[in-house]
């Protein structure tokens, strides 16, 4: 028999990676998105594997239409990726970010803490949970300190899946990711925006483009990676959390600088006006910008991971490092704009 592994936004970044992990292990996967994102599936397209998968609509904001999808299967895993996932939009929209991103988690606990059968229950976590952090690095037993709502309604689902797990001795398990990338990053995140931006440059789309706080530091790794770490660790015979980091920290200034290593022309930085632009050499005009809009109202400078739980309990450790992480995403996203750019 196949395990059925039902993955909560499957159009995401993480869900479809995991999606493709899992078809190579023989399961069978139930997807669910909101019914808006439905049309959403190019990462789907990407792994060519969006006819292999079975696409059920569910809101986690809709507890009935949970009810109606755990009725219909009988699952063995579920990965709740799902979420209002982007930060800075987590400050314009609260409550929505609250109700799907902390809420939504519990409507699913309750859904399967009252089911007729036992699953596996897996929780994505987030480091933006330890904010302005009281500790570096960052293990599982780091005091939080969000500065979003969106790293507080993670906490939120964070502790509902600790106390699930206690008081109804449930097999939940929930990952604390570092910052994780690919060439399927949504545009909207700082790291594929750069990618984007600079291969429209190349292209000659775009002359320019603005990025907030450029010496924010963060721990990043590449999404493939990590969603192994999600599926080893529902593997294991006791549920706990982890932290899956690469226990590395870099600047989007040192994203920067490595991504332009992948265009034909040179770059330069210049510090005009308390600013740091950076310069094409030869033109006298900025190809990035800096605009204080693109700061956060409250600013996380610097996130590093310790995996050592991870790596010992689980036998887990990134394998792609910063560099060729970097080269994935510049290398598919010229690729990208050479064929629009050709047709």
């Given amino acids: 028999m196949k395990k059925v592994a039902l993955i909560t936004g499957i159009s995401g970044q993480d869900g479809s990676y995991l999606a493709n992990f899992l078809l190579k ?3 069978k996967i139930i997807g669910t998105d909101r019914r808006s994102s439905r049309d959403d599936q190019w990462r789907l397209r990407y792994f060519g594997i969006e006819n292999k998968i079975i696409i059920e609509d569910m809101d986690l904001a809709e507890i009935t239409q949970m009810i109606r999808v755990f009725n219909k299967y009988k699952i063995d895993e579920v990965y709740n990726l799902a979420a209002q996932s982007f930060v800075t939009n987590s400050f314009s929209n609260p409550i929505t970010t609250c109700d799907i991103t902390g809420i939504g988690c519990l409507r699913l606990l309750e859904v399967i803490r009252n089911l007729k059968y036992k699953l596996k229950f897996y929780q994505a976590s987030s480091s933006e949970m330890f904010g302005n952090v009281l ?9 939080f300190n969000p500065k979003s709502p969106y790293a507080i309604s993670k906490i939120f689902s964070h502790f ?7 008081a109804y001795k449930m097999f939940i398990v929930s990952g604390i990711c570092f910052n994780h990338e690919s060439p399927l990053r949504g ?3 700082v790291t594929r925006k750069i990618t984007s931006s600079l291969a429209k440059i190349e292209h000659g789309h775009i002359q ?5 706080n450029i010496f924010s530091k963060r721990d990043w790794g590449f999404a493939g990676d990590y969603v192994e770490g999600m599926w080893k660790s529902l593997q294991v015979k006791k549920p706990t959390d982890y932290i899956f980091s690469t226990n590395i920290t870099k600047s989007i200034k040192e994203f920067i600088d490595e991504s332009v290593k992948y265009l034909s022309f040179k770059t330069y930085w210049s510090f005009k006006r308390g600013k740091m632009e950076l310069y094409k050499k030869g033109v006298n005009k900025p190809i990035i910008r800096i605009n204080t809009k693109y700061y956060r109202p409250a600013e996380v400078n610097q996130l590093i991971g310790n995996n050592k739980k991870a790596k010992k309990i689980l036998n887990w450790q990134p394998k792609v490092n910063f560099k060729e992480l970097i080269r994935m995403m510049m290398v598919e996203d010229l690729k990208r704009l050479k064929k629009t750019t050709n047709h």
């Fill in 187 to 189: 545009e909207e995140f």
């Fill in 25 to 27: 292990k023989n399961y």
């Fill in 135 to 143: 500790e570096t690095p960052q293990n599982e037993k780091t005091f």
């Fill in 208 to 212: 320019y483009f603005e990025l907030g």
């Fill in 160 to 166: 509902m899946c600790k106390n699930y797990r206690e």
